[in-house]
Each structure stands twice: as C-alpha cells, then as structure tokens.
C-alpha cells in the first residue's frame, strides 16, 4: 500500500513530539498534578459509577452473581491497565489512547481511537449525571418532605419495554444544571478542578464505607441463591447474565483512561501516570467488591430492578430509618459530581490532543492564558452532554458507553507489540510483565469477550458512530492534519 492517501492513514506521529510537544510549546498546559490528586482523578471517574447506578442494570441480568460481573470486568480492567501504564511511561501526552495509537498504528487507528473515546466519555458524563438526578431527588425527599416535580426530573426520549417513546412535555434538568456547575469548575484551571475533586473523591469513599457496614448489618446469606440468573426468557441465564453485566458495569472503569488523558499536565509523568492508574484500580477493585457483595447481602436480587436511587433505599429498608438513606443520597449527590467533573475534563483533553494535531478544528486546543483551560473547548462540549443529559434515558447509554470504552481498550492493547518494535528496550521505566504478547493478547481477547453479548442496537448505533467519525477523518482530518506540513 503506496498510495498517497495509504500513507496518511498509517503516519504516525515520534514519540518524542507526542510527548513533549504540549510542554515545551507556548499554548501547553501546565504541570501542576501530582500523584495523590491524579490517583484521586482515576478514582472519582470511576467508584461511584458502576456502584451507585448501574446495579439496577446489572443485577436484573446476572443476579447476585454480578459479584462475577465486577471481576471479570476488573480483571479486563486489569490486563489494560499494564498496557496503560507502559505507554504511559513512552507517551505522556494529553490524549491518552488516542495519543498512544497516534505513535503506534497510525493516523487513522488514532482517529478511531478518538471516536470512541468521545462517544465513551461524552455518553458517561450524560448516563452519570441523569443518574446523579435520582439521588438528589431521593435526598430532597428524606430531607425535607418535597420531591423535584416528575415533568422536571424525566427525560424526552425514554425507553419503555425496549421500545423508543416521546414526552415532549417532559425535561431532565438537575443533570443539565450538574453539567453546567461542572463547566465552571473546569475553565477556572485543572489543579482548582483536581482539589475539589480530591475532596470530593474522600467524602465518596466514606459515604461508601458508611454502607458497607450498615448494609452487612442486615447481611442474608439466602440473597445469593440462586447464584446465577435463572430466567432465560431473555438469553440472560447463567453464564450469559454474567458476561451481558460485566458489558454493563465495564464503563464505570473509564476512570484508567481518565488519568492517563491527564500525562501532559502531570509533573514527573513517566513516574506519575503509571503508578497513578494502578493504583486507581486497586482502590476501584476493592471498593466495588465490597460494595457489591454489601448489597447483594442486604437485599434479593429481583427487588433491583427499576429501583431508583437503589443504594439510598437498601439502607432505609435494612434500617427503617429515613437518616441513612439521607446521609447516602447526599454523599452520593457529592461523589457523583465528582465523576461528572472528571469524566467531562477527560473528553476536553482528548479533543485538545485532536484538535492540536490538526484532524478537528484549532478551536479545540485554543488555551486561556489565565486559567491554562481549553475554555472554547469545554464549553463546547458541556452544552452538547447537556443537552444528552436532559432529553435522553441513561437506559440508551450504559452500553454504549462500554462499547467505546472496549474498543479503545482493544486498539491500546495492539499498540504495546507495536511501540516494543518500534523503540525496542532501550527505553527502561515500567514495562508489561512476559513479554510484549501475553498480557496485551490476553487484554484483547478479556475485552472481546465482554462486547459479544452486548446488544445487537449497540453494535447498529456504533456503526453509524464510526461511519460518521470515518467520514470526517476523509473529508477534514487527513487534509488538515499537521502532519501534512511536516
């Protein structure tokens, strides 16, 4: 494959300006994270997440068995997380996988990579945020007797018995408001931002210590028989519930991709990055193992289903007491800003590191002096996950969201063989254990294995995602790409 547009869709960009181009250019961003609140950034994108919602999507299929679901999501997490912390030591760059397929397979892969990226983060901060609006309702309730009205607090396009359906009468607008306050934090400058979140990020692991034990105190064995889900009516027995949930929880890990679209304002970043992400998902593992079997324990798996603000009511019904349950929903309310903040500053780094290479418009990596924020950028893209998270069901989006996050796992995965024969072993610093094969094969086929039982309109809409992103790639990217200058 010679041919001109061949070549631009395998280019790649070296390592040395992937990493450092930002740092040593007058429009980067600055250093100013270190390890504490860069673990504290991995961890508020993700705990939280998959505990505080996406129980009520993932028990119904597994049943209590998606205690199965969690490990072998964190085991994939796992295997992806040494691939992330190797490239992180070669390229430590904002973009994260985007910026590691950029050096590695190509232009093209890179480009891909993106799409996802932002269909993975921008879904998230939405699905996160309409999920923050059931907590701070719940927390309004026991508070002070009053409820947000249901015609504020419903989305436009719902989904009811798998079918799409209008209410235009109705708008979601807690999460709109959350997306907005969120916005503000961030075009103030990255290391304000991180400070709240590490704040915040303590006040959540709290809050969720404060369940585990009061919900082990109403602790039933009998809750976890039968193990596995038994009703086959929807291809969810078995095994089958197990990985469909596992496809379900797998986002609420974005959190390792979270800290590493951070390398380019990280001080010491080939040290910093790598330690940040495993570190991350050590804390994220426990967390969720503990929480989960918490409540398993305190509550039969069929009564999941449906339940709003599902955490909240499990400690209200083991204690029948309304103070829990409000203590819970206002840590929750905390904690779940905390992801919406980190999830949308995640998804303006990876358009900056796109916008910088030239394949979308400079607007994107346009820097305020001031504040050393993408300001354009982020405004931008709050007012689009705005509008997701005021009008569309999070039913929609769960899924779709560990699609792109799977993907992008996938191709970070491939680029570990690709960037040890590239650059060799002349490069120390962290490194995949067995070999440049093993861990970044066994990654591949972890996530592979999730995505086929995700559903059949996840993998519709994800085409028509990435044929609109390829098409923009040919008719904008390849043309303005910086590397046609060089």
């Given at each position: 494959?010679?041919?001109?547009?061949?070549?631009?869709?395998?280019?790649?960009?070296?390592?040395?300006?992937?990493?450092?181009?930002?740092?040593?250019?007058?429009?980067?961003?600055?250093?100013?994270?270190?390890?504490?609140?860069?673990?504290?950034?991995?961890?508020?994108?993700?705990?939280?997440?998959?505990?505080?919602?996406?129980?009520?999507?993932?028990?119904?299929?597994?049943?209590?068995?998606?205690?199965?679901?969690?490990?072998?999501?964190?085991?994939?997490?796992?295997?992806?997380?040494?691939?992330?912390?190797?490239?992180?030591?070669?390229?430590?760059?904002?973009?994260?996988?985007?910026?590691?397929?950029?050096?590695?397979?190509?232009?093209?892969?890179?480009?891909?990579?993106?799409?996802?990226?932002?269909?993975?983060?921008?879904?998230?901060?939405?699905?996160?945020?309409?999920?923050?609006?059931?907590?701070?309702?719940?927390?309004?309730?026991?508070?002070?007797?009053?409820?947000?009205?249901?015609?504020?607090?419903?989305?436009?396009?719902?989904?009811?018995?798998?079918?799409?359906?209008?209410?235009?009468?109705?708008?979601?607008?807690?999460?709109?408001?959350?997306?907005?306050?969120?916005?503000?934090?961030?075009?103030?400058?990255?290391?304000?931002?991180?400070?709240?979140?590490?704040?915040?990020?303590?006040?959540?692991?709290?809050?969720?210590?404060?369940?585990?034990?009061?919900?082990?105190?109403?602790?039933?064995?009998?809750?976890?028989?039968?193990?596995?889900?038994?009703?086959?009516?929807?291809?969810?027995?078995?095994?089958?519930?197990?990985?469909?949930?596992?496809?379900?929880?797998?986002?609420?890990?974005?959190?390792?991709?979270?800290?590493?679209?951070?390398?380019?304002?990280?001080?010491?970043?080939?040290?910093?990055?790598?330690?940040?992400?495993?570190?991350?998902?050590?804390?994220?593992?426990?967390?969720?193992?503990?929480?989960?079997?918490?409540?398993?324990?305190?509550?039969?798996?069929?009564?999941?289903?449906?339940?709003?603000?599902?955490?909240?009511?499990?400690?209200?019904?083991?204690?029948?007491?309304?103070?829990?349950?409000?203590?819970?929903?206002?840590?929750?309310?905390?904690?779940?800003?905390?992801?919406?903040?980190?999830?949308?500053?995640?998804?303006?780094?990876?358009?900056?590191?796109?916008?910088?290479?030239?394949?979308?418009?400079?607007?994107?990596?346009?820097?305020?002096?001031?504040?050393?924020?993408?300001?354009?950028?982020?405004?931008?893209?709050?007012?689009?996950?705005?509008?997701?998270?005021?009008?569309?069901?999070?039913?929609?989006?769960?899924?779709?969201?560990?699609?792109?996050?799977?993907?992008?796992?996938?191709?970070?995965?491939?680029?570990?063989?690709?960037?040890?024969?590239?650059?060799?072993?002349?490069?120390?610093?962290?490194?995949?254990?067995?070999?440049?094969?093993?861990?970044?094969?066994?990654?591949?086929i972890a996530c592979l294995y999730i995505m086929k039982d995700l559903p059949g309109v996840t993998f519709r809409v994800f085409v028509v995602w990435m044929t609109a992103a390829i098409a923009t790639y040919l008719l904008y990217g390849h043309k303005h790409s910086k590397l046609n200058k060089a």
């Amino acid at each position: 494959m010679t041919s001109p547009l061949a070549q631009k869709l395998f280019r790649t960009k070296p390592v040395v300006p992937v990493a450092e181009e930002g740092h040593l250019s007058s429009g980067g961003l600055g250093r100013t994270l270190g390890l504490f609140p860069l673990t504290m950034i991995g961890v508020g994108a993700t705990i939280g997440t998959g505990i505080f919602f996406t129980m009520v999507e993932a028990v119904p299929k597994a049943g209590p068995s998606v205690i199965l679901s969690f490990l072998i999501a964190a085991l994939t997490a796992g295997l992806t997380a040494l691939c992330y912390a190797e490239l992180s030591f070669k390229i430590p760059a904002s973009g994260s996988s985007y910026s590691y397929a950029y050096a590695s397979v190509g232009e093209f892969g890179a480009f891909v990579v993106a799409a996802c990226l932002l269909l993975e983060y921008g879904l998230a901060v939405s699905a996160v945020a309409i999920g923050w609006s059931d907590y701070l309702n719940n927390f309004v309730q026991n508070a002070f007797g009053w409820h947000i009205p249901a015609a504020l607090r419903s989305p436009m396009i719902a989904s009811v018995d798998n079918t799409m359906v209008f209410h235009f009468d109705r708008i979601n607008l807690p999460p709109m408001l959350l997306v907005g306050l969120c916005c503000f934090l961030l075009v103030r400058g990255t290391k304000e931002s991180a400070t709240t979140n590490a704040i915040m990020v303590l006040i959540k692991l709290a809050i969720l210590i404060f369940f585990v034990v009061i919900a082990l105190s109403g602790f039933d064995s009998k809750n976890f028989f039968p193990f596995f889900n038994t009703d086959n009516s929807k291809g969810m027995a078995g095994m089958a519930g197990v990985t469909a949930a596992a496809g379900t929880v797998f986002f609420s890990f974005i959190g390792l991709d979270t800290v590493a679209t951070a390398g380019e304002e990280v001080r010491d970043p080939k040290r910093t990055v790598p330690a940040g992400i495993l570190l991350a998902l050590l804390i994220v593992t426990v967390f969720y193992m503990l929480v989960a079997v918490a409540a398993i324990g305190a509550q039969p798996a069929a009564k999941f289903a449906g339940q709003e603000a599902g955490l909240a009511v499990i400690l209200q019904d083991v204690t029948g007491q309304t103070w829990p349950a409000l203590v819970l929903s206002a840590g929750a309310v905390l904690s779940v800003f905390s992801v919406t903040l980190v999830t949308l500053y995640g998804q303006t780094r990876i358009l900056f590191a796109v916008s910088r290479d030239g394949l979308i418009p400079p607007l994107f990596h346009k820097v305020n002096p001031t504040s050393l924020a993408p300001v354009e950028n982020t405004m931008i893209v709050a007012a689009l996950v705005a509008v997701v998270a005021g009008t569309v069901d999070a039913t929609f989006l769960w899924d779709m969201v560990s699609m792109g996050t799977l993907t992008a796992f996938i191709i970070v995965s491939i680029a570990v063989p690709v960037m040890r024969r590239k650059d060799g072993d002349a490069r120390g610093g962290f490194r995949v254990p067995f070999g440049p094969y093993v861990i970044p094969s066994l990654s591949v086929i972890a996530c592979l294995y999730i995505m086929k039982d995700l559903p059949g309109v996840t993998f519709r809409v994800f085409v028509v995602w990435m044929t609109a992103a390829i098409a923009t790639y040919l008719l904008y990217g390849h043309k303005h790409s910086k590397l046609n200058k060089a």
